[in-house]
């Protein structure tokens, strides 16, 4: 099944829309592609660990990930938390019916919590530009990532948070400056 998830890249002081495909199929491998750092190739350890820390299914199939545009540079763990959704809606584990409205960016711990990012601002005016509703980056990026105006930011502190969030069963409101 393929699912897109939306993130960001940042260049200066501007930012990025960097659309994360992800393929699920029969067969077997991980395959990351789209001018990725190592930090980003190295997403996948930490993916792992977040989800089975979570009694949640790490997908045994072949997996592909496309991070588009292919020409721009992607860096950092900040993308661990859109790739990790992208692969439970692609495994059918998050509902995906309303995950193109969403902005994902977040390092992932080991446990699944979600540690602090660069660049929240950006990130926000560009998801704004995009069309996107909503944002979702780590609690202690919210309060930045707010002050954008037509945007519903959701600060979260864990993966399991964000799930719940996607799969509207959690009570959480966009945050608040």
Do not use: C
Not at 101 to 117: A, F
């Amino acid at each position: 099944m393929l699912v897109k998830t939306f993130g960001s890249a940042i260049e200066g002081i501007n930012a990025i829309l960097i659309t994360i495909e992800v393929n699920i199929s029969g067969g077997t491998g991980f395959h990351l592609v789209g001018l990725a750092d190592n930090a980003v190739k190295e997403s996948q350890t930490r993916i792992i660990s977040a989800l089975i820390n979570n009694q949640l299914h790490y997908p045994k199939l072949r997996i592909v990930l496309n991070m588009a545009p292919a020409d721009i540079k992607k860096e950092g763990s900040a993308y661990d938390l859109p790739i990790a959704i992208g692969l439970l809606a692609a495994s059918g584990q998050l509902n995906s019916d309303d995950i193109s409205n969403y902005m994902i960016m977040g390092e992932l711990s080991l446990d699944g919590s979600i540690k602090r990012i660069k660049g929240a601002l950006p990130m926000a005016i560009k998801a704004k530009e995009a069309g996107l509703k909503r944002l979702i980056v780590p609690m202690d990026n919210a309060k930045e990532a707010a002050v954008v105006d037509g945007i519903d930011v959701f600060g979260m502190k864990h993966l399991q948070d964000v799930i719940n969030l996607i799969n509207d069963e959690s009570d959480v409101q966009a945050f608040e400056v």
